[in-house]
């Protein structure tokens, strides 16, 4: 990979000074519209390299935390492979380090959910995303982008915020209340503290498909959904989550990047920057 996260060096972001590891998967082989959420990881890690790294907020430079990034994982031949591999990798590090992965498609999310599920048991997932990817099977594959929370939901409890499109066969298959639909949001003053308290156990780990945002300021995905969150309500949502929960891990999914477009490179980047300052500066 040409770059690390933050462009730091090395007494940053070697392994062994690090508290934070970077797993990039550049995996895009279900995607089903747009392709390029391969490219997602490297455009994260780039514009990173070109973010300012001090917080105003926090008044904190995050990445002294040691922010190590590992060489990107793959090419894989089938989602069945790359779900497997991806999680034996990931499964190294969790006890001893912070693992963020980047995608790829949402599909990798299913492997450092599995890794961390076994770290810690009992686990929420807090699923931040515009579709509710809860078909059991998709052309073919139960490990289909559009499948990854179904099989989330065989191993822990899932929270949905922000979804708006949703198929028919989806509909029976989760928790009323446990789904946060983004219109529902757009009228509800309380609704973080809603999301908060159907999240019943003190572990979470957060999945954040890109396409939550809206595309005003998030267009750089493969399927974008009008109606989606925006930045500062998604952060205080964040910030709210790493304050009153234990956020052990998360990752960040679907950046389709446009090579004329940098700021949705930039929001991905920060927003990792930010959830990390959350977890280590709170
Ligand atoms: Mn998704």
Same mark, same amino acid.
């Given at each position: 990979?040409?770059?690390?996260?933050?462009?730091?060096?090395?007494?940053?972001?070697?392994?062994?000074?690090?508290?934070?590891?970077?797993?990039?998967?550049?995996?895009?082989?279900?995607?089903?519209?747009?392709?390029?959420?391969?490219?997602?990881?490297?455009?994260?890690?780039?514009?990173?390299?070109?973010? @300012? #790294? *001090?917080?105003?907020?926090?008044?904190? &430079?995050?990445?002294?935390?040691? /922010?190590? $990034?590992?060489?990107?994982?793959?090419?894989?031949?089938?989602?069945?492979?790359?779900?497997?591999?991806?999680?034996?990798?990931?499964?190294?590090?969790?006890?001893?380090?912070?693992?963020?992965?980047?995608?790829?498609?949402?599909?990798?999310?299913?492997?450092?959910?599995?890794?961390?599920?076994?770290?810690?048991?009992?686990?929420?997932?807090?699923?931040?995303?515009?579709?509710?990817?809860?078909?059991?099977?998709?052309?073919?594959?139960?490990?289909?982008?559009?499948?990854?929370?179904?099989?989330?939901?065989?191993?822990?409890?899932?929270?949905?915020?922000?979804?708006?499109?949703?198929?028919?066969?989806?509909?029976?298959?989760?928790?009323?209340?446990?789904?946060?639909?983004?219109? @529902? #949001? *757009?009228?509800?003053?309380?609704?973080? &503290?809603?999301?908060?308290?159907? /999240?019943? $156990?003190?572990?979470?780990?957060?999945?954040?498909?890109?396409?939550?945002?809206?595309?005003?300021?998030?267009?750089?995905?493969?399927?974008?959904?009008?109606?989606?969150?925006?930045?500062?309500?998604?952060?205080?949502?964040?910030?709210?989550?790493?304050?009153?929960?234990?956020?052990?891990?998360?990752?960040?999914?679907?950046?389709?990047?446009?090579?004329?477009?940098?700021?949705?490179?930039?929001?991905?980047?920060?927003?990792?920057?930010?959830?990390?300052?959350?977890?280590?500066?709170?």
């Amino acid at each position: 990979m040409k770059y690390n996260f933050g462009g730091l060096e090395e007494k940053f972001s070697s392994y062994d000074s690090s508290n934070i590891v970077i797993v990039p998967i550049p995996y895009d082989g279900t995607s089903t519209w747009i392709k390029g959420a391969d490219k997602g990881p490297e455009a994260i890690l780039e514009a990173s390299a070109n973010m @300012e #790294l *001090y917080d105003i907020e926090y008044d904190t &430079e995050f990445y002294t935390v040691g /922010i190590h $990034t590992l060489e990107p994982l793959g090419p894989y031949a089938s989602p069945e492979e790359m779900v497997e591999n991806a999680y034996q990798e990931i499964k190294q590090h969790v006890s001893n380090k912070f693992v963020i992965t980047l995608g790829g498609e949402h599909s990798i999310s299913y492997a450092p959910i599995k890794a961390h599920v076994e770290e810690y048991e009992s686990l929420t997932v807090l699923q931040l995303d515009a579709h509710s990817d809860l078909r059991d099977e998709y052309e073919g594959s139960k490990f289909n982008h559009a499948c990854v929370m179904a099989r989330a939901k065989e191993i822990a409890p899932v929270v949905h915020v922000g979804i708006r499109s949703q198929c028919v066969e989806e509909l029976n298959s989760f928790d009323k209340e446990n789904m946060f639909y983004a219109h @529902e #949001l *757009y009228y509800n003053r309380n609704w973080i &503290e809603d999301v908060l308290s159907r /999240i019943k $156990t003190k572990n979470v780990y957060i999945t954040i498909d890109l396409d939550v945002f809206d595309p005003s300021i998030m267009p750089s995905t493969g399927t974008p959904e009008p109606g989606g969150l925006l930045w500062y309500e998604t952060l205080e949502l964040l910030e709210e989550t790493f304050r009153k929960k234990n956020v052990v891990g998360f990752d960040v999914v679907e950046l389709c990047p446009n090579e004329h477009n940098k700021a949705p490179n930039f929001l991905a980047a920060k927003l990792v920057y930010k959830m990390i300052g959350y977890k280590f500066y709170m």
